[in-house]
């Protein structure tokens, strides 16, 4: 079957810039989407498609992918982006959506 | 405002069942595919199952397959997924959540969650 890999954990300091990368086999062929979850709180879309963000989410969440991986980048991190991180996608293989492991954010 | 309020959760044995509701509303429900994602706790989100806008066609993790059917009543604006032979495993927050209308992968909208628990 196939899989999305997330790095389990990521720091940053505050206003800095950071990247959380997802890979995988499907990405090649589709988009990944991107959704922010904080504790005890349903995940919430951050980006999605080429580099789309939905109504509502600020301008430092951008999206961006090359090959079989897939990023989300926050430029300026802000004490509130502090949350868990999971990028999804289509795949051809397997279970038609797949998830990745998740990324948990801390901003120092 | 648009919304998706799940309902059904609760305890079961093992090897019971439960049929989970999700009531959408501020949106032509009828226009969207819809997703069930599942999150055990402390993991991550796992996607469940997927039903077209019209119901033609209904997709399934192979975790669930076999055990868990998705419907949905376009005249009641709601999603429904009837969970048979519950096991342990299936022990999870369960979301409902929106099919962008565009981009496939993409899920637009989640509802709060409702809690299932498998436990004698």
């Known amino acids: 079957s196939s899989e999305l890999t997330q790095d389990p954990a990521v720091s940053v300091a505050l206003g800095q810039t950071v990247r959380i990368t997802c890979q995988g086999d499907?990405?090649?062929?589709?988009?990944a989407s991107w959704y922010q979850q904080k504790p005890g709180q349903a995940p919430v879309l951050v980006i999605y498609?080429?580099?789309n963000r939905p109504s509502g989410i600020p301008d430092r969440f951008s999206g961006s992918s090359s090959g079989n991986t897939a990023s989300l980048t926050i430029t300026g991190a802000q004490a509130e982006d502090e949350a868990d991180y999971y990028c999804?996608?289509?795949?051809?293989?397997?279970?038609?959506?797949?998830f990745g492991g998740g990324t948990k954010l801390t901003v120092l | 405002q648009v919304q998706l309020v799940e309902s059904g959760g609760g305890v079961v044995q093992p090897g019971g069942s439960l049929r989970l509701s999700c009531a959408a509303s501020?949106?032509?429900?009828?226009?969207?595919?819809m997703h069930w994602v599942r999150q055990a706790p402390g993991k991550g989100l796992e996607w469940v199952a997927f039903?077209?806008?019209?119901?033609?066609?209904?997709y399934y993790a192979d975790s669930v397959k076999g055990r868990f059917t998705i419907s949905r009543d376009n005249s009641k604006n709601t999603l429904y997924l009837q969970m048979n032979s519950l096991r342990a495993e299936d022990t999870a927050v369960y979301y409902c959540?929106?099919?962008?209308?565009?981009?496939?992968?993409?899920?637009?909208?989640w509802g709060q969650g409702t809690m299932v628990t498998v436990s004698s």
């Open positions: 959540a929106r099919a962008d209308i565009v981009v496939q992968e993409a899920f637009d909208i």
């Open positions: 501020g949106f032509t429900f009828s226009s969207y595919g």
């Open positions: 039903i077209r806008y019209d119901g033609s066609n209904k």
């Open positions: 499907s990405l090649r062929s589709y988009y």
């Open positions: 498609g080429k580099n």
């Open positions: 999804n996608s289509r795949d051809s293989s397997g279970n038609p959506w797949v």
